[in-house]
């Protein structure tokens, strides 16, 4: 099975996961938003999960939870990230986003419960039948999503867009490790965290990994099309908003990325031919499309 079929194949089986625990909730507009918001994406963060957990001999109907519980936070994120008040933005994943097709009431509270539901998924005894691994896995997963992390991170690209001298290239990196890079590297570190195992160097793979996957968005947001990609393109030039592409050049800003995936990928040394599928996953964020 090549990477991208894998890829697909975890996608659906985390969107089915998702699916039966949201069909134990009353079927009201904000759960059917909750629904549309999870359903569409890559499920690349799921994946990593599944990826790690697979590696350290973790059975799959338990790594399915904190594989699910990720892309329901990531939603969370992105349904509040597209808000007015945010980035505002009519078009997610080729559909209008949730503010658009609900109402902004809908959408907040959609969102508020899409993260809710991730740390309920984690705190399932069916995730693990240990209570401090499910604890460890809530903690992480507090941490990477919130005010160290990627709120941080939403919080310096928000006050970056009304500051007086564009940012850095230091500054976006320190930015795009919360934005971005914290959820992904927490999804990274999951199955290591279920097996009770070292986390460190999957989280240093996570890490060359998180900042390869924003250079790409740069990328994509300068060639890439809108309907392909499934959102607006071509926005961060028109705010003047300094990015990797801006401050790298085009050029410049792939062969970066290209030295990360190669980071990362050599993170992975210890485990092996155990760990192809995460080499393969660090290989497509640098090559997709959307």
Known sequence: MGFKDDLLRVSVET???LTSVLAEHPAIPVVQAMSYATAGGKGLRAYLVMAGAEMHDVPRDRAIWPAAAIEAVHAYSLVH??????????????????????DEATAVLAGDALQTLGFEMLLR????????????????????AGARGMVYGQALDMAA???????????????QAGKTGALIQWSAEAGARLAQADPSALGAYATALGLAFQIADDILDVEGDAATVGKAVGKDADRGK??????????????????????ACDALDMYGNKADRLREAARFVISRNK
């Open 15 to 17: 969107q089915a996961h």
């Open 242 to 263: 300094a990015t990797f592409v801006s401050l790298l050049g085009l050029d410049g800003a792939k062969r970066r990325a290209a030295d990360l995936m190669q980071e």
């Open 125 to 144: 005894p069916e995730c693990h039948p240990e209570s401090a691994v499910r604890a460890d896995l809530a903690l992480s997963m507090a941490r990477a």
């Open 161 to 175: 867009e009304t500051a007086e001298t564009p940012l850095t290239l230091e500054q976006i990196t320190a930015l």
């Open 81 to 102: 990230d597209d808000l007015p008040c945010m980035d505002d933005d009519d078009l997610r994943r080729g559909e209008p986003t949730v503010h658009k097709k609900w």
